[in-house]
């Protein structure tokens, strides 16, 4: 078997994605419905997150959800002013406190300071 899929031939999620995952670690709230929970970020790309949660949950492949990524802690990042990343998506995993998220940022701001983000995260691991 080809080691990298899985034994029923299809590959593993690292192996469809994209683009590559940087590690990032930052605080973040997530909002499903009416309901709320506090996360920690893990790591980022262009489109998808890993969010670790810190609270009990119910949550579901398939879920839409909405995150706020704070940024305050990363100066670098935030020269526009704007202390938050905004997003939306749907979870693509779920293992137990471990959420896996593809995502579209909310608006063009939200994807430009995505973009500078990445950029900057891509510098710093190419180091």
């Known amino acids: 078997m080809n080691t ?9 999620p690292e192996d469809r994605r994209q683009y590559p995952r ?18 920690h ?16 949950h119910l949550l579901r492949k398939g879920d839409a959800l ?6 305050d802690d990363f100066p670098a990042f935030t020269h526009s002013g704007k202390k938050s990343l905004h997003l939306h ?5 779920v293992r137990d406190h471990i959420l896996g998220l593809e995502f579209q940022p909310d ?3 939200d994807k430009n300071l995505l973009d500078e983000l990445l950029t900057q995260l ?6």
């Open 4 to 12: 990298l899929e899985h034994e029923d031939n299809q590959p593993s």
């Open 107 to 109: 608006t063009p701001a």
């Open 89 to 93: 998506g749907r979870l693509a995993h």
């Open 41 to 56: 970020l893990l790591d980022i790309s262009a489109s998808g997150i890993k969010l670790g949660l810190l609270s009990e």
């Open 22 to 39: 940087l590690p990032l670690r930052a605080y973040a709230q997530m909002q499903y419905s009416s309901k709320g929970w506090e996360a």
């Open 122 to 127: 891509s510098a710093q691991e190419s180091r």
């Open 66 to 71: 909405r995150v706020h990524v704070m940024l």
